[in-house]
């Protein structure tokens, strides 16, 4: 597995069922994948920030019949020059994938320092989630244009239930 990871394999990644690790590992657009996974659309379901936070979105992304399957925290790290600075605020603030609505905007993206590790809950203030462990990826988006994204997405227990783990 030499070369998937920057650092060595994180303690408990091979024990994960097969299609997990692919979730995790992939680099493609996540909302594609669970589709592909579940064969349901997937919804994006925005958490409300207070009207004073700027540059952080925070989403679960779910499906029809399984729920919740993703919690999703992006942070502005880079806007491009006006006028398309207000493209990346819009969407941040909708309901669409963050990442496919980027790339219909700006053209290919570039994603760097990918990273897959364990995050002990609780994850955030917003998430609903307060125990155990979840598995996470984080990376850098960037557009040709300048806009540069740092996404964090926490693979929640009933994800880990439908990519074939033994228990919700």
Request: aromatic share 8%.
């Given at each position: 597995?030499?070369?998937?990871?920057?650092?060595?394999?994180?303690?408990?990644?091979?024990?994960?069922?097969?299609?997990f690790r692919?979730?995790?590992?992939?680099?493609?657009?996540?909302?594609?994948?669970?589709?592909?996974?579940?064969?349901?659309?997937?919804?994006?379901?925005?958490?409300?920030?207070?009207?004073?936070?700027?540059?952080?979105?925070?989403?679960?992304?779910?499906?029809?019949?399984?729920?919740r399957l993703?919690?999703?925290?992006?942070?502005?790290?880079?806007?491009?020059?006006?006028?398309?600075?207000?493209?990346?605020?819009?969407?941040?603030?909708g309901e669409?994938?963050?990442?496919?609505?980027?790339?219909?905007?700006?053209?290919?993206?570039?994603?760097?320092?990918?990273?897959?590790?364990?995050?002990?809950?609780?994850?955030?203030?917003?998430?609903?989630?307060?125990?155990?462990?979840?598995?996470?990826?984080?990376?850098?988006?960037?557009?040709?244009?300048?806009?540069?994204?740092?996404?964090?997405?926490?693979?929640?227990?009933?994800?880990?239930?439908?990519?074939?783990?033994?228990?919700?």
């Open positions: 597995m030499d070369g998937i990871f920057p650092g060595p394999i994180p303690p408990g990644f091979l024990e994960l069922p097969g299609p692919i979730l995790l590992g992939q680099d493609g657009t996540l909302t594609r994948s669970l589709s592909l996974l579940t064969g349901e659309p997937v919804m994006v379901e925005p958490i409300r920030l207070p009207e004073t936070v700027k540059g952080l979105r925070k989403v679960y992304l779910r499906v029809p019949t399984a729920g993703v919690f999703a925290r992006t942070q502005v790290l880079s806007l491009p020059p006006p006028p398309e600075d207000l493209q990346v605020d819009a969407l941040m603030k669409a994938a963050i990442g496919q609505s980027m790339e219909a905007r700006f053209g290919a993206l570039r994603k760097e320092g990918y990273s897959i590790y364990p995050s002990r809950g609780p994850i955030d203030p917003d998430a609903e989630e307060r125990e155990g462990i979840l598995w996470t990826r984080s990376y850098r988006m960037i557009s040709s244009s300048g806009a540069a994204l740092l996404i964090e997405e926490f693979f929640l227990p009933s994800l880990f239930f439908l990519a074939g783990g033994a228990s919700r």
